[in-house]
């Protein structure tokens, strides 16, 4: 039985690449149907002889199976493929039809020359060769065509970041040595202003500007949202100044004498091919660290379980026993509960703010109704991200305070040293492993087209100012500077910590006089916020069109220094106080209590609803709108959780509201908080460096993902059971007093 020819040009379509192991010319169509069986097998079969008129499907199957009996001489494989065979051998039988059609191709989508324009020589080489093929209809050129971004249609929905095709681009490997090479380049697209129909059509495209941004602007943290992404797939010679060169002369072509002007720039960072070299020594041995404090972790479990006798300093590290205190329902004597549920919930609203902006780093298909969307007022719960902070500031203080004052009433003194000593181990250990992973291990376990921005850029920024974070002085060289940008907060509440001692032994020992100058301090620290929002121009709130430069200055002159995070700080130092002084069974007038819940409410609900006019699409901006939220927004925020943690701890609420804060579930929350607040952005932009596609934006989809929820949870579980507990338990352990040293750490 003979093979029947549409079997063959089912397999020939479906299979393009098998045709001995050599481009195929796919779309000849004409072509395809003047060959004859006996080609298409012999191309199949690799025999260069004539086939029999006898050949059958079986001896087909059976041929393949005996040419492939070894991975080196599977004709599948890429890496089979020879130089001279990386070319359609076709070409020269189907010339003219070749030419056609691609004549045709090229008609309907424009080619991308990488050697347009003044490139290097070597560029201009390959790129030739790669024409050459092109032309020729050879494969591996076709896939460098093909991995290059198209102009698609949804443009006046948003649809403007392309990212071509990643994966495919980096597997290319042509004539003459040729590898693809992917590069992620920012076009920003200008239109003349007296045109009012090209204005309306710039403002859909980009998605009514919900922020604008310029190509100088640093994009690794905060998104470029006015720059379009726009994938070229080149050879691996041309550097990111020729393909730099060349696209602008590519667009020039199509853009000269009209309304539009297009800047075109290509950081060499976004220029990829794909990784061949070992892993760097510095990344091998920070992978045999991390694994040996794995390795110590399960020996110190079977240690701990075996009850075998070993060091304590050992058995800090125990799975068995960090696990038992993470997942502990006890209470700690001068535990103050509802603290527990503040912390979980504004570190939940925290993440969700936090993922809103990491959103705006991804291609959506529907980009511009995703803005919109968000335009409603009751999205305030993501733009209003610096508020979710301050509550924790607060708490600092007010914990802080409540442990001190504990101390003098106890023995009239605070051992200032110990309580530094005590901080360091409780703050270094964790932010060093995660600062470890982040510089050397993260960069080499993804990889996308913003995978270098996101990830490998910030990398190299930890590699020279990791030193910064460890003196916790980061927050003072800018934001854009800042290794783990997130942890600025850190930086601030040590910086107040530090200071704490003074405060609280001017408010212990001459409280008339400490409460004024604490109270003054506040006043003043609020009125520096309004004062520099108002003559800076800053904003504390995300609203349509704010300007990349000014999230910058925003965070820069304001947001993370800690003379502007005073005021909420100094509220948890008198709340704090409060509790310790005032006994557990003080009662307050109910008239007293509800004018508390009515005017804290009040203000919790002004801090949070009142700026959402700010968030609608056609708000323009006013400084004394920013300025007014920026001095009281923390402080009416702050003012509600205050309130509940005195009326609950004195036992002047039983309600259910101040039970919900109380829950013993959020014991295990407060345990994580910290590798929670750590590692949420590593996992972020993860996934943002991964993202090799546009996606269809839904709201609670993507804003409450789950799966990313679920990684943020498990990785702060693992930093947490391998460097939080551990050095928690040793700090208990070395600072304890020198007569129980002889007794073995008690898991809390």
Not at 170 to 179: A, K, P, S, V, Y
Not at 285 to 302: K, P, T
Not at 628 to 644: D, Q, R, S, T, V
Request: glycine share 6%; with cysteine; charged share 15%.
């Amino acid at each position: 039985m003979h093979i029947s020819r549409t079997l063959i040009w089912i397999l020939c379509c479906v299979c393009p690449s098998v045709l001995a192991t050599k481009s195929v010319n796919v779309l000849a169509t004409s072509g395809l149907k003047s060959l004859e069986d006996e080609e298409i097998l012999r191309v199949l079969t690799h025999n260069k002889s004539d086939v029999s008129e006898n050949f059958t499907f079986v001896d087909l199957v059976e041929n393949l199976k005996n040419q492939s009996a070894t991975a080196n001489d599977f004709i599948w494989s890429h890496e089979s493929l020879s130089s001279r065979d990386k070319t359609n051998f076709y070409y020269d039988k189907y010339k003219h039809q070749v030419d056609s059609e691609i004549e045709q191709l090229f008609a309907i989508a424009p080619v991308f020359d990488p050697a347009a324009g003044t490139v290097s020589s070597e560029c201009r080489r390959q790129s030739q060769i790669y024409h050459r093929e092109l032309r020729r209809m050879s494969l591996w050129a076709l896939q460098m065509f093909d991995a290059t971004a198209k102009i698609p249609s949804g443009l006046l929905s948003g649809n403007i970041n392309q990212l071509g095709d990643f994966d495919e681009c980096l597997g290319i490997q042509g004539t003459g040595g040729i590898r693809g090479q992917y590069c992620l380049a920012y076009l920003q697209l200008e239109v003349d202003h007296n045109r009012g129909d090209l204005k309306e059509i710039h403002r859909l495209v980009y998605s009514h500007y919900a922020f604008r941004s310029n190509l100088s602007d640093p994009g690794h943290r905060v998104p470029r949202f006015s720059t379009v992404q726009w994938a070229i797939c080149a050879p691996s010679s041309c550097t990111s100044q020729d393909v730099e060169t060349s696209l602008r002369a590519t667009i020039s072509k199509y853009t000269s004498h009209t309304g539009i002007n297009v800047t075109v720039k290509v950081d060499r960072e976004m220029c990829q091919v794909q990784r061949i070299e070992p892993l760097p020594t510095e990344t091998i041995i920070v992978g045999i660290f991390f694994i040996s404090v794995i390795g110590l972790s399960v020996v110190a479990a079977l240690c701990d379980h075996l009850r075998a006798d070993v060091s304590e300093i050992v058995l800090a590290f125990s799975l068995k026993r960090n696990l038992r205190k993470l997942l502990s329902m006890k209470r700690g004597d001068d535990d103050i509960a509802t603290l527990h549920g503040i912390r979980a919930i504004n570190a939940l609203m925290l993440i969700v703010a936090h993922k809103s902006m990491a959103l705006f780093f991804n291609p959506y298909v529907n980009r511009t109704g995703m803005t919109e969307y968000l335009g409603r007022p009751w999205t305030v719960i993501g733009r209003a991200a610096s508020l979710y902070t301050d509550p924790f500031i607060m708490l600092s203080g007010l914990l802080t305070t409540y442990s001190f004052v504990g101390r003098l009433r106890k023995s009239g003194e605070i051992h200032v040293r110990k309580e530094y000593l005590s901080r360091l181990f409780r703050l270094v250990p964790t932010l060093g492993a995660l600062i470890l992973f982040c510089m050397f291990i993260m960069p080499f376990i993804g990889s996308g087209p913003q995978w270098n921005l996101v990830v490998t850029h910030h990398a190299d920024i930890c590699r020279k100012t990791w030193w910064r974070n460890f003196l916790f002085i980061h927050n003072y060289f800018g934001f854009e500077n800042m290794c783990l940008t997130h942890t600025h907060h850190i930086g601030i509440d040590t910086q107040l910590f530090a200071l704490s001692p003074i405060m609280i032994l001017a408010l212990y020992k001459y409280p008339k006089m400490g409460a004024l100058i604490l109270i003054s301090t506040a006043v003043f620290s609020t009125g520096l916020r309004y004062y520099v929002t108002y003559f800076k121009r800053l904003n504390n709130y995300v609203f349509f069109g704010t300007s990349i430069r000014q999230l910058f200055d925003t965070a820069n002159l304001s947001y993370i220094l800690p003379t502007h995070r005073l005021t909420v700080y100094i509220i948890g130092i008198f709340v704090g106080y409060f509790l310790r002084i005032c006994p557990k069974g003080y009662k307050l007038n109910k008239s007293v209590i509800q004018l508390g819940w009515a005017l804290t409410t009040l203000m919790a609900l002004g801090a949070f609803f009142g700026p959402a006019g700010m968030g609608s699409i056609n708000y323009v901006y006013n400084p004394t709108h920013a300025a007014l939220y920026n001095a009281f927004a923390p402080i009416g925020w702050c003012a509600l959780f205050a309130w509940i943690a005195f009326l609950s701890h004195t036992g002047n609420t039983r309600g259910w509201f101040s039970g919900l804060f109380a829950w013993r579930g959020f014991l295990i929350c407060t345990r994580l908080s910290y590798a929670i607040y750590l590692t949420q952005f590593p996992v972020f932009f993860f996934n943002v460096g991964k993202t090799r596609s546009a996606e269809h934006y839904e709201f609670f989809r993507m804003l409450f993902n789950f799966h990313e929820l679920g990684w943020i949870i498990l990785t702060s579980v693992i930093l947490t059971l391998l460097f939080d507990s551990p050095f928690q338990n040793i700090k208990t352990y070395l600072l304890r007093k020198p007569s129980t040293h002889s007794k073995s750490l008690k898991a809390e």
